[in-house]
T-cell receptor, first 113, second 111 residues
Framework: DTEVTQTPKHLVMGMTNKKSLKCEQH?????MYWYKQKAKKPPELMFV???????INESVPSRFSPECPNSSLLNLHLHALQPEDSALYLC????????????FGQGTRLTVV | TQLLEQSPQFLSIQEGENLTVYCNSS?????LQWYRQEPGEGPVLLVT?????EVKKLKRLTFQFGDARKDSSLHITAAQPGDTGLYLC???????????FGQGTELSVKP
């Protein structure tokens, strides 16, 4: 199983809503990531979890809250988002750090209205 | 500051042509990766290169890591419409480090 599964695939939410994005992998990878990607741009790193602990937060606004319940799961909790937060949110995992190659999920297309 | 300069940003060619995409930096990377991304999908890892001067082949795709581990190239021979997509290079400064992405190359191969 070399898949990273993200749900939901599409999400539309209002600025006062609370929602969560979910990510799951069963490759035994110990590093998991959240990226944000705007159209025609490269992915921008948001958070890195290493061995279930948050190791990197790229100065992401607090309206994005990551959580790693166990080594296979990664969540991103969303609250009070702005329209400019609309983007493709990608989850990825790798054996250790990013230097060995990362496997990406299909992403969640988020629209904030 | 963009640590990884990828060029060209856009490339439109006819089926059967060859092409090369470049990824350059003034920094030394411990490894460099190439990804391909189709619209609405996540990036798919094509290759990881770790040794200076390393060359890897994947069917019609040839990847090279520069001797000084600061640059890389992707060469596609006899491009096909199925090669259309966004090609991304990404570098890591050490094994446990985060990935630094280039700006991407939008490739369109017309039949």
């Amino acid at each position: 199983d070399t898949e990273v599964t993200q749900t939901p695939k599409h999400l539309v939410m209002g600025m006062t809503n609370k929602k969560s994005l979910k990510c799951e992998q069963h490759m035994g990878h110990r590093a998991m990531y959240w990226y944000k990607q705007k159209a025609k741009k490269p992915p921008e790193l948001m958070f890195v979890y290493s061995y279930e602990k948050l190791s990197i937060n790229e100065s992401v606004p607090s309206r994005f809250s990551p959580e790693c319940p166990n080594s296979s799961l990664l969540n991103l909790h969303l609250h009070a988002l702005q329209p400019e937060d609309s983007a493709l949110y990608l989850c990825a995992s790798s054996q250790e750090g990013g230097g060995v190659g990362a496997f990406f999920g299909q992403g969640t297309r988020l629209t904030v209205v | 500051t963009q640590l990884l300069e990828q060029s060209p940003q856009f490339l439109s060619i006819q089926e059967g042509e060859n092409l090369t995409v470049y990824c350059n930096s003034s920094s030394v990377f411990s490894s460099l990766q190439w990804y391909r991304q189709e619209p609405g999908e996540g990036p798919v890892l094509l290759v990881t290169v770790v040794t200076g001067g390393e060359v890897k082949k994947l069917k019609r795709l040839t990847f090279q890591f520069g001797d000084a581990r600061k640059d890389s190239s992707l060469h596609i021979t006899a491009a096909q419409p199925g090669d259309t997509g966004l090609y991304l290079c990404a570098g890591a400064f050490h094994k446990g480090g985060k990935l630094i992405f280039g700006q991407g190359t939008e490739l369109s191969v017309k039949p």
